[in-house]
T-cell receptor, first 114, second 109 residues
Framework: DGGITQSPKYLFRKEGQNVTLSCEQNLNHDAMYWYRQDPGQGLRLIYY???????QKGDIAEGYSVSREKKESFPLTVTSAQKNPTAFYLC?????????????FGEGSRLTVL | GQQVMQIPQYQHVQEGEDFTTYCNSSTTLSNIQWYKQRPGGHPVFLIQ?????EVKKQKRLTFQFGEAKKNSSLHITATQTTDVGTYFCWGDSWGKLQFGAGTQVVVTP
């Protein structure tokens, strides 16, 4: 079945550590996105990528980094520079960014900083 | 910059009642999408509206795109407990993409 796989589902991190969240899709979509969701709040865009080896900052990119070396993969690194990293992270993909059509979401990764 | 505002933020509904949630943008949208996120889950696509004044129905859900393409609404009739969750609108302002903050719906049996 086609879809988006995020791992890990739950992650605990000590302050000062970097952590990388995995996102893999087999939908053959060009566009991929990372969103952050805080309790009771909407989704805020961290980064998005329209094509391999290219990505753009979203509204809250500070303290995060991404790479897009393969079409299927768009990992997100939460760096120690991110001041409040505890959140629910959602990866999504769409066919393209412009007039994207439906966004397909992974099941999310819940990061807790201890 | 562009902002997509959703109201209300919370909606408590008695089972069987109707309710409406609204999405308003400060700029014209090329299209708007609606998503539903169940508690503990991830957002799932419901519908996309593209044309000015467009109305689409999915069983008890009616979606509308405003004539000026700056607002949209989702109306649910005869609410059921399965309607519990948060409903988000997602606006595309010609390449600038933004989710509304969502309407959290609680249904009382």
């Amino acid at each position: 079945d086609g879809g988006i796989t995020q791992s890990p589902k739950y992650l605990f991190r000590k302050e000062g550590q970097n952590v990388t969240l995995s996102c893999e899709q087999n939908l053959n979509h060009d566009a991929m996105y990372w969103y952050r969701q805080d309790p009771g709040q909407g989704l805020r865009l961290i980064y998005y990528s329209q094509i391999v080896n290219d990505f753009q900052k979203g509204d809250i990119a500070e303290g995060y980094s991404v790479s897009r070396e393969k079409k299927e993969s768009f990992p997100l690194t939460v760096t120690s520079a991110q001041k409040n990293p505890t959140a629910f992270y959602l990866c999504a993909s769409s066919i393209v960014v412009r007039a994207p059509g439906e966004l397909f979401f992974g099941e999310g990764s819940r990061l807790t900083v201890l | 910059g562009q902002q997509v505002m959703q109201i209300p933020q919370y909606q408590h509904v008695q089972e069987g009642e109707d309710f409406t949630t609204y999405c308003n943008s400060s700029t014209t949208l090329s299209n708007i999408q609606w998503y539903k996120q169940r508690p503990g889950g991830h957002p799932v696509f419901l519908i996309q509206l593209v044309k000015s004044g467009e109305v689409k129905k999915q069983k008890r859900l009616t979606f509308q795109f405003g004539e000026a393409k700056k607002n949209s609404s989702l109306h649910i009739t005869a609410t059921q407990t399965t309607d519990v969750g948060t409903y988000f609108c997602w606006g595309d302002s010609w390449g600038k993409l933004q989710f509304g903050a969502g309407t959290q719906v609680v249904v009382t049996p």
